[in-house]
């Protein structure tokens, strides 16, 4: 066994009640373990003491004064009294001050009911004010940023906000401004508050001055229904508590004690949730007729797709095909692989984007094992825009003394002082590896095989290895071990019938006329597949394409047949993290689904009995999902070869042009196809059409920060295309990379091609930039 | 008359801005003794065994303050506090414009005394004057071999940075003060850590007043001993009285410490005729007031506690029977008020009430029921401060709505109810 560290104990008395509490503990967090609250304000248990609020004032005998219990370490046979006469004057008499200023506006204020300063003042106030002077006015309703409004009178200063955006986030926007009664919350720069984590801040702040835009005079407290779940925006798989009322989802909020989340959650995750009760969901199946949609009945649906695969596999059942898993649950991946499988079908993916590869192998790593990581490695797109709370991990770490290696790096580095390197090759990573660094994280974007492999394959000998893959896709890895791949059945078995084709070559097939079936349940690879054309010759080539979908997607639109799906919220099942976490998705209680709308799984039922296909039974699909999922596949490395697919039909310079740039396509939280344009309240967050290159190229190219730019594309088989776009220019960014925002619907990175070469013309100069 | 010349040597008689006249004087002999013939533990003993106290407000001893740094080998930094606002205070605003080499030595003392190869000086925004003299100061200083690389030959570097501050009186708290010197927001900050572990930029910090540290020179110069006979038990040896208001010769007086308080009013020419005295505020702004019947208070560090107040930075402001309370306290209230830095509730929220409440009374807006929320709201907030600031409201109100209630009384509002 281990040597377990051990821990010094000191004694301490607090109300009366005498126990143990490792050295160093706070008085703060002793009193918790006696179920004794101390209120704070400022304090945070992971942010540590502020001293600022001065309310968790405590009575510590041999102390003539009261102390604040946040900062105050217990010591050997401390006395504390946190109820006793002295203590409690002490703290009435600052709770008096939080309201001589402060506005009582609590019949109007989103925080009423769980506010922590109506709460206190009731618990430990006066009761009344001494104060009958005017207050002084403060902004009211402050716009501060695209998710969150300001409302100064509220503040009571903990600066929570601001701590949380210097210690956690690194971003360092929030700051206290003016002095004094006259002191208020903004940031530093005067320009809106604006990054990945923001809405945590209305979650930190104990009061009612920071709300979200999107829960407004939405609802009280106490009239919200919650269900804890878990967000399936990425693949991080947070915990999060959702609220409805009136049957729809009003706010989604932090789960402090996730150790998934680690107690935060991104914009995304929290404020993507508009999406449910928009109009445009799809409510019926729809069915081409002469190039119009119908609206069909669901049983005319189901019987038209399942005669669809029958006659199809009737001729040949390599020209049927299916996609999807990724944003599925485990439950629906598993039924989608097995009744396309027991009816012989072996093509069969989950792959309908950049990645190619979603499970880690052995080495798979814990969340937790970057939090102890002497280096992380980062191989391709870096989470910060994949799997945002990942990201916050990684600058924890970093923080912390981890050496941060970024291999071809895209975005920005992390806005955290600490040790970092950006490289250009696997190589040069291991290279910058700290010296006899034992425990080390690689972060890979699953796109570039070679590259993952390659990497792995240099690690010296003897490193506690921990990797993850973060997919595109929230259940990408779910989906892989469910056994959503040309290759792997379920807990990645060879097979029954044999290995099938992938997506990619499911299209070369489709191109070729030789595809008559494909069934894409929750995927939109039009937008999101690095070659958008491709996937739209093949889909107009196939004759039946099914599409389940909660929006008339780029790829719906190209269905035979659409079929409206239920979105996380609506369903139960699971899923399954970056890290092989097996995750409970539940449905939110008190939301309205959209009359029509069916679970992929409720469709699956129904295509199985329409094909008369047995059902696995429902405790082989518990077993199926826990074991699988959980399960380390034997022999996988990073990049592995069976993940390889057919290369992309790749673009060319034309001769002559020295111009040309690597297109590269890169994430961003808000950007997406359906969510995401269906989120009405979201526009503000939708990243602009934009580019980034190397200051270097901006230079050659004569092009600066807030210009537009044609990006210009020559593809081998097809005409020009061309992206109009803003210019960013980005240190770091390697020489020759042209970094496009891709998933946007009304400019796909992906009409150019897969890592097509481009060229930036048409240079049009931001004039009031220029000025500047 | 006690008045004696130590620091104040020369000023008024000599240009000591002029590195040649300085040294002409005596100037940097202290430095180059040190350097060549102390070690700088022996350094650190003479100011420990001359009993100084800081100059600052706080008293706190220096030789203390100096072993709480560490023996660990990070870079330390002494930081002179030169950010002098305390409302009647004007003695490190003339050493540094009059005696600004004598400040450079003491603090390149203090700095070989700790340790510490770089040297701070913090200077209040408003003393643009006092800025230009001393860069002036340490560009001689540099030119004559007194500042920069391989001092006297020893391979002691010692850098020195000049820094002005933006005008904010919290910076003179000395963790506000590393704050702003790190170009962050002039806030104090949650202690411990205490400077001596992690002061500026993280690294163990000396922060000393300007005082405290020209004080350094005539220590070395004649000795602990010298120092340390003068003054009472525990306050020892000299300090520069800053003594304003109702007396006929304002201005900076230096003394040894245990001069009876009525000494230091003849000192400075006593009252205007036919008045009397009201109040005396010994210890700056923060200090309660003392009064006629205590006038033969030692002026050192234990009386004037022992009295209820305090001696603080050294100012005296002295108040006769012309002086409006309610006025002199809503004054300096709202000074509290304004340089608070607003982090912290008590003081935050606390001060501006005061202020709102004596700005009526001042008007003649009180109401009865004031005069006794004045005296415990400004109790209830003392005590419960992040940093002293908070802490210095109430003594000048509470001593003064003590000892001339009828001033506030007069201001309540009448009731002028119809019959």
């Known amino acids: ?772 | 008359m006690p008045v004696v010349k130590v620091l104040t040597e020369g000023i008024g008689e000599a240009n000591l801005r002029d590195i040649a006249i300085y040294e002409e004087r005596g100037g940097y002999v202290q430095l180059r003794r040190a350097f060549e013939e102390m070690s700088q533990r022996e350094v650190l003993d003479l100011c420990d065994a001359s009993g100084l106290r800081g100059r600052g407000g706080a008293g706190f001893p220096t030789g203390r303050k100096w072993s709480f740094l560490p023996g660990n080998d990070k870079p330390r930094y002494l930081v002179c506090n030169c950010d002098e606002a305390e409302p009647g205070t004007f003695k490190d605003h003339m050493l540094i414009e009059e005696t600004p080499h004598l400040v450079l030595e003491g603090m390149l003392l203090g700095a070989y005394g700790i340790g510490s190869h770089h040297a701070f000086i913090y200077i209040r925004g408003e003393f643009k004057r006092g800025y230009e003299i001393f860069s002036e100061t340490v560009r001689q200083a540099r030119a004559a071999g007194y500042v920069g690389k391989n001092l006297f030959g020893t391979g002691y570097d010692l850098e020195v940075t000049v820094h002005r501050g933006a005008g904010a009186y919290i910076c003179g708290e000395e963790t506000a003060l590393l704050n702003s010197l790190e170009g962050k927001r002039g806030e104090p900050r949650l202690k411990p850590p205490f400077p001596a572990v992690a002061g500026l930029y993280g690294m163990p910090t000396v922060v000393n007043n300007v005082e405290t540290l020209a004080y350094l020179v005539p220590i070395l110069k004649r000795g602990s001993q010298w120092f340390a006979s003068v003054g009472t038990e525990r306050s020892k040896g000299y300090k520069i009285v800053s003594i304003s208001g109702h007396v006929r010769k304002p201005g900076n007086y230096e003394v040894p410490l245990g001069t009876p308080v009525r000494e230091l009013l003849e000192i400075a020419g006593g009252l205007r005729p036919g008045r009397t005295l009201a109040a005396i505020q010994p210890g700056g702004g923060s200090s309660a007031c003392i009064f006629e019947e205590q006038l033969d208070l030692p002026y050192d560090y234990e009386s004037l506690a022992k009295a209820g107040s305090m001696l603080g930075s050294g100012a005296v402001v002295v108040m006769d029977d012309t002086t409006d309370f309610v006025k002199a306290a809503y004054n300096l209230v709202r000074f509290y008020a304004h340089e608070s830095c607003g982090q912290c509730t008590p003081c935050r929220e606390g001060g501006h009430w005061l202020a709102t409440v004596l700005e009526r009374f001042v008007q003649g807006r009180g109401l009865q029921s004031d005069i006794e929320m004045l005296h415990k709201v400004s109790a209830e907030i003392t005590g419960l401060n992040l940093c002293p600031l908070g802490d210095s409201i109430e003594p000048f109100l509470a001593s003064v709505l003590k000892r001339f209630p009828e001033q506030f009384e007069a201001r309540v509002l009448k009731e002028t109810v119809p019959a």
């Open chain 1, 1 to 772: 066994m281990p040597d377990k560290p051990t821990v010094d104990m000191v004694s301490v008395t607090i109300d009366g009640v005498t126990f143990g509490v490792p050295k160093g503990t706070l008085v703060v967090e002793a009193a918790k373990r006696i179920q004794r609250e101390i209120p704070v304000y400022c304090y945070h248990p992971k942010m540590g003491p502020a001293g600022l609020c001065r309310i968790c004032l405590v009575e510590i005998e041999g102390m003539p004064k009261l102390q604040i219990g946040c900062n105050t370490v217990v010591t050997d046979g401390m006395v504390v009294h946190t109820q006793s006469e002295k203590a409690a004057d002490g703290r009435r008499a600052v709770l008096e001050l939080y309201l001589v200023n402060h506005p009582l506006d609590c019949p109007i204020c989103d925080k009423g009911g769980e506010c922590d300063l109506q709460d206190f003042s009731l618990a430990y106030g006066r009761g009344f004010s001494r104060s009958a002077d005017a207050k002084i006015g403060k902004p009211k309703a402050e716009d501060l940023g695209p998710t969150i409004v300001l409302d100064e009178e509220r503040c009571v200063v903990c600066q929570r906000c601001v701590r949380f955006d210097d210690l956690i986030v690194g971003e360092r926007q929030l700051v206290l401004k003016d002095r004094g009664v006259h002191n208020i919350v903004a940031t530093a720069t005067g320009d809106a508050y604006r990054h990945n984590y923001t809405g945590n801040v209305t979650e930190l702040c104990p009061v009612g001055a920071l709300t979200s835009k999107t829960y407004r005079f939405k609802s009280r407290p106490w009239d919200l229904r919650r269900t804890r779940t878990t967000c399936t925006q990425c693949a991080v798989g947070c915990g999060a508590f959702l609220d409805t009322r009136l049957g729809g989802v009003r706010r989604t909020m932090l789960v402090e004690d996730d150790p998934i989340s680690d107690g935060w959650l991104c914009d995304r995750g929290r404020y993507n949730i508009g999406f449910y009760d928009d109009l445009h969901r799809l409510t019926q199946p729809l069915y081409k007729r002469d190039g119009e949609f119908v609206q069909i009945g669901w049983d005319d649906a189901l019987a038209l797709w399942a005669r669809a695969i029958a006659d199809a596999i009737a001729a040949d059942p390599a020209s049927v095909g299916a996609l999807g898993g990724g944003r599925l649950t485990n439950e629906e991946a598993y039924l989608l692989q097995h009744i396309f499988r027991s009816a012989g079908v072996r093509n069969l993916d989950w792959r309908a984007g950049r990645q190619r590869q979603a499970t880690p192998g052995k080495r798979a790593g814990r969340l937790a094992d970057i939090d102890r990581a002497e280096a992380i490695l980062e191989i391709g797109e870096s989470p910060a825009e994949r799997a945002p709370i990942l990201e916050l991990r990684v600058r924890k770490a970093v923080r912390r003394g981890a050496r941060l290696i970024r291999v071809a790096p895209v975005q920005s580095r992390p806005p955290v002082a600490g040790s970092c390197a950006d490289v250009a090759t696997a190589g040069e990573a291991v290279a910058q590896l700290p010296p006899g660094a034992k425990r080390v994280a690689v972060i890979w974007d699953g796109v570039d095989l070679a590259l993952g492999r390659d990497l792995v394959a240099r690690l010296p000998a003897g490193i506690d290895l921990a990797a993850y893959i973060t997919g595109e896709q929230a259940n990408a890895r779910g989906a892989e071990a469910m056994g959503m791949h040309p290759s792997f059945g379920p807990g990645y078995a060879v097979p029954a019938g044999g290995a099938g084709r992938g997506f990619a070559a499911m299209l070369e097939d489709a191109r070729a006329g030789k595809m008559r079936v494909l069934s894409i349940l929750g995927a939109n690879p039009a937008l999101h597949f690095p070659d958008g054309a491709a996937v739209r010759e093949a889909l107009e080539k196939t004759p039946f394409v099914v599409v389940s979908e909660l929006f008339m997607t780029q790829t719906a639109r190209l269905a035979t047949l659409v079929l409206p799906a239920r979105g996380a919220f609506e369903k139960n099942g699971t899923t399954t993290n970056v890290a092989g976490d097996v995750l409970p998705v539940n449905a939110a209680e008190g939301l309205d689904v959209p009359d029509g709308a069916l679970s992929d799984f409720e469709m699956l039922i129904g295509l199985a009995q329409a094909l008369h296909v047995g059902l696995p039974a429902q405790d082989e699909l518990e077993t199926a999902v826990i074991s699988h999922s959980a399960r380390a596949p034997e022999g996988f490395a990073f990049g592995d070869a069976r993940f390889e697919q057919p290369a992309a039909r790749g673009g060319s310079a034309p001769e002559g042009d020295g111009n040309a740039l690597r297109l590269v396509v890169e994430s961003r939280i808000f950007a997406g196809g359906g969510t995401i344009a269906h989120d009405a309240r979201l526009a503000d967050l939708r990243p602009l059409p934009q580019v980034a290159i190397s200051p270097e190229d901006a230079a050659r190219l004569g092009v600066a920060t807030g210009d537009y730019v044609d990006i210009t594309a020559w593809a081998t088989v097809r005409q020009e295309r061309v992206i109009d776009v803003l210019v960013e220019v980005r240190t770091g960014l390697p020489q020759g990379v042209a970094a496009l925002v891709g998933g946007l619907p009304d400019d796909p990175a992906n009409a150019l091609g897969e890592r097509a070469l481009v060229s930036v013309t048409n240079v049009r100069r931001n004039v009031a930039e220029a000025a500047r």
